[in-house]
């Protein structure tokens, strides 16, 4: 069992940047894959980033590739999400997920969530 603390989301101007933190708690960091998802007002939850448990592996969905990047330190059991160019269309609460499937899997494998942090972005 894993316990993620997410931290970092705040109100930020388009085009700013912000870096959202994961902190866990309990089983190793490095036995998971890593996900960030967000979820918009009256929208699904939605696949951000991932990143694999030899910390090289990355997927990223296609309206944030470019913008966003996911890294862990599992030393600090610590996932990051630093992101950049931010738009109004990002707003959205951030959660952490931890599972055991690969980085391209769909959100039903994340076993573990965070209790989400806002960003909001403002045109």
């Known amino acids: 069992q894993v316990q993620l603390v997410e931290s970092g989301g705040g109100l930020v101007q388009a085009g700013g940047s912000l870096r959202l933190s994961c902190a866990a708690s309990?089983?190793?960091?490095?036995?998971?894959?890593m996900g960030w998802f967000r979820q918009a007002p009256g929208k699904e939850r939605e696949f951000v980033a991932a990143?694999?448990?030899?910390?090289?592996?990355?997927y990223y969905a296609a309206t944030v590739t470019g913008r966003f990047t996911i890294s862990r330190d599992n030393a600090k059991s610590t996932v990051y999400l630093q992101m950049n160019s931010l738009l109004p269309e990002d707003t959205a609460v951030y959660y952490c997920a931890a599972g055991l499937a690969g980085v391209a899997s769909p959100p039903m494998t994340y076993a573990h969530w965070g209790q989400g942090t806002q960003v909001t972005v403002s045109s």
């Open positions: 309990g089983r190793t960091l490095s036995t998971y894959v």
């Open positions: 990143v694999g448990r030899n910390t090289y592996t990355t």
